[in-house]
């Protein structure tokens, strides 16, 4: 299974700064995670997971918005498509059904984020593990996650055409906005534009560490990606 070192590794690897900021408590949905940050829903992403004739795909939505799979089937230019259960999602990425991160995914997944979600300053995700939360900037959502940019959300509230809800066409082989808020302690950063929290581990370039973090990159630009390996 896998976790968050594996989230934190993938990003190091692509030099995208980042936190993952743990957690008391296991956050299990994005809606939680935007009530126990007091975050705006709009900054806090959630992952769905289809499956379709080409693969695995993950879709990237803001807390209070749903997939549209019809939107999603045309991005991936898929001709059949299904939503997947938790256990299914979680077979496919290999992480907790509740903590599937944007980025970190296995080989062969596709990525389609929602147009609206990428366009926001900062952004919040489940990181690997139901305890961490990973952070980021919208800026860096793309490299970070290989994504198609496309509008694919709908709001939560309407009701799906038909019944294209999860499987409008059947899954193969299926039958059927502040970056200054607080980081928690003990998070591993490389984020540009927050303020890590005492003891956190921080590869950012320029964001300010409180007294006891540690930094590998030092005095890099503030453009740079960032780098720092997991103590």
């Known amino acids: ?32 995670i935007a009530a126990v940050l007091d975050l705006p829903p709009q900054m806090v992403g ?43 999602a979680s077979q496919l990425t290999e992480y907790l059904a509740e903590a599937i991160p944007p980025a970190g995914l296995p080989p062969g997944f596709r990525v389609v984020a929602d147009r609206a979600l990428a366009d926001q ?42 019944a294209e809800s999860r499987d409008s066409r059947s899954s193969p082989g ?7 808020s607080h980081s928690s302690p003990g998070s591993r950063s490389s984020s540009p534009d927050s303020h890590s929290s005492p003891g956190s581990r921080s590869s950012s370039p320029d964001s300010r560490s409180s007294p006891g973090s540690r930094s590998s990159r030092g005095s890099r630009d503030d453009r740079g990606g960032g780098g720092g390996s997991r103590s």
């Open 174 to 180: 299926s039958r059927s906005s502040s970056p200054d």
């Open 121 to 162: 300053q900062v952004l919040y995700f489940a990181g690997g593990e139901a305890t961490a939360i990973l952070k980021l900037r919208g800026a860096d959502l793309v490299p970070a996650t290989g994504a198609k940019v496309a509008r694919i959300a709908r709001s939560s509230s309407t009701p799906r055409r038909g």
């Open 46 to 88: 959630k992952v769905v997971v289809f499956d379709t004739d080409r693969g695995p795909v993950a879709a990237i939505v803001s807390s209070e918005c749903e997939p549209d799979p019809e939107r999603v089937r045309a991005s991936v230019r898929a001709h059949e498509i299904g939503e997947v259960s938790p256990a299914r």
């Open 1 to 32: 299974m896998r976790t968050s070192v594996d989230v934190h590794n993938h990003l190091v690897g692509r030099d995208i700064r980042h936190e993952l900021l743990p957690v008391r408590g296991r956050l299990r949905s994005a809606e939680r």
